[in-house]
């Protein structure tokens, strides 16, 4: 009897951690589910109000597929307003402060991760804890400036700060050049190298993951932005994509079905950009940090 119990144990020991293991993957995956469900409910209500009559938008209940399916909401929401121009404004202010940002970020994150120079951990630390400020706080020092400057409804107010100047972008980038070996650059040094042939043609090929994942954070935060506009823009041509969708907002009546359509249409680029770069979200920020 002792024999069997030593020979059944090993085998039902395995059994169980396995049965634990399915069990655990199981719930895992349910929660996953249901908040996947959770967060992609509001888009297809989006879609589904988009496709709409004004009739069918406050039914009780409410119907998740329109009856019938009015196509005509896209073209007469991207004609009701000049959507055209709001897109052109949007996508040049948010290439121009990616760009910016890249090129400004790289180099202070080189600057901090590789070049000694005085109170460099300290400046470092004061920078990072410029992100535990709200930008609610520092809009009226900014409007302020931005008025004096005489940039008030032009989009240098909304280009120009963000373009010079983003801790987050910063650290992503100084982690993940910390991580780099330091081997590499010694190596150029004794070539003859100088720092900024170092940064150009070792550091900025090495980094591109998280060059890529900072672009596509920039991107969306500056396609997406409706406070800073609606501080500093008040021409309606000069109007990004989130202010002129505001405009469908009426005093007393909303067309929720052209709003929900123009809605659809502004997230397209969104949806692209996040698709194509979502491989390089992941891998830049899960490779940054490897090194203090």
Not at 19 to 26: E, N, S
């Amino acid at each position: 009897m002792a024999t069997m119990t030593e020979i059944h144990e090993p085998a039902q020991a395995p059994q169980h951690y396995r049965v634990r293991r399915i069990l655990g993957d199981l719930l895992l995956h349910t929660v996953l589910i249901i908040c996947a469900a959770t967060m992609i409910i509001p888009f297809l209500w989006m879609i589904s109000t988009s496709l709409k009559d004004f009739g069918q938008v406050f039914l009780i209940p409410p119907n998740l597929i329109p009856d019938p399916v009015r196509w005509s909401n896209y073209p007469d929401s991207f004609n009701a307003l000049p959507f055209a121009r709001a897109y052109w404004n949007s996508f040049y202010i948010a290439a121009i402060v990616v760009g910016s940002q890249l090129l400004t970020c790289s180099m202070a994150g080189y600057a901090f991760a590789r070049i000694n120079f005085p109170l460099r951990d300290t400046i470092f630390i004061l920078f990072l804890a410029t992100l535990m400020i709200p930008h609610q706080v520092t809009i009226i020092p900014t409007y302020l400036i931005m008025r004096d400057l005489g940039w008030l409804n032009t989009h240098l107010a909304l280009i120009v700060p963000p373009a010079l100047f983003s801790a987050f972008g910063v650290f992503l980038l100084r982690q993940f050049i910390k991580s780099l070996p330091e081997e590499l650059e010694e190596s150029a040094i004794l070539d003859g190298a100088n720092r900024w042939r170092i940064y150009w043609q070792i550091i900025v090929p090495l980094i591109k993951a998280p060059l890529a994942a900072l672009g596509i954070f920039s991107f969306l935060a500056q396609w997406n932005s409706f406070f800073t506009p609606r501080i500093f823009l008040s021409t309606p041509e000069k109007f990004t994509v989130p202010l002129l969708l505001n405009q469908f907002r009426g005093l007393y009546v909303t067309d929720w079905t052209l709003m929900m359509a123009a809605a659809a249409i502004a997230v397209i680029p969104v949806l692209i950009v996040y698709l194509i770069g979502q491989r390089y979200i992941i891998e830049g920020v899960a490779l940054t940090g490897l090194k203090r």
